[in-house]
């Protein structure tokens, strides 16, 4: 009985973590140099992702009744876990890339957005710009017109201007030429 009590905490916590969560993906980390564990956590972390190596059996009991429920059969040998509760392919993407480098890292599975993907789907999913890259090109592609169009307004105006100096500069020659000749 004092075994359960122990371990109610840990599952609370995973609970909790995982509550409200856009996404998690499950990774096997056998194999990492601390220097590149230390670094994925970086990463990780600067990005608002939470990832920390739990227990198999406590993740089941956390995941029981939710959309990651599916991620069960995936749990065998060590796992760790990465959620996000804001940008759903970060983790993902993040993993991805940093597997690139370092090869023992390996994906196990994940859900995103309440589907359950497997590597491949997972290596998908990472090839999706973050949701800041994508409203920046967004903005971008906004922004191009509407600059273009400032511009040749500008030119215009800019034109029209130096024609009125000129008409003006004429007229004032015109005017003042009459004048000095009487």
Do not use: H, W
């Not at 059996?57 to 040998?77: S, V």
């Not at 993407?93 to 370092?102: G, L, N, W, Y």
């Amino acid at each position: 009985m004092a075994k359960v009590e122990l371990k109610q905490p840990i599952v609370a916590a995973i609970a909790e973590d995982i509550k409200d969560a856009q996404s998690i993906v499950l990774v096997d980390y056998r194999g990492l140099t601390v220097a590149q564990d230390t670094e994925l956590r970086k990463q990780l972390r600067e990005a608002g992702i939470t990832y920390k190596v739990c227990k198999n059996t406590m993740m089941k009991r956390a995941f029981e009744g939710t959309e990651f429920e599916g991620l069960d059969e995936y749990l065998e040998g060590p796992s760790a876990i990465a959620i996000s509760k804001d940008d759903a392919t970060a983790p993902a993407r993040i993993i991805c890339k940093f597997a690139k480098d370092a090869e023992k890292l390996e994906l196990k599975a994940g859900v995103v957005e309440g589907t359950l993907y497997d590597v491949e789907g997972l290596s998908e999913l990472a090839k999706i710009p973050s949701r800041e890259e994508l409203l920046s090109r967004l903005l971008g592609s906004m922004q191009s017109p509407i600059t273009n169009f400032a511009r040749v307004i500008k030119q215009i105006a800019e034109q029209d201007g130096s024609e009125a100096a000129e008409t003006a500069t004429e007229e004032t020659a015109a005017e003042e030429a009459p004048a000095t000749a009487e």
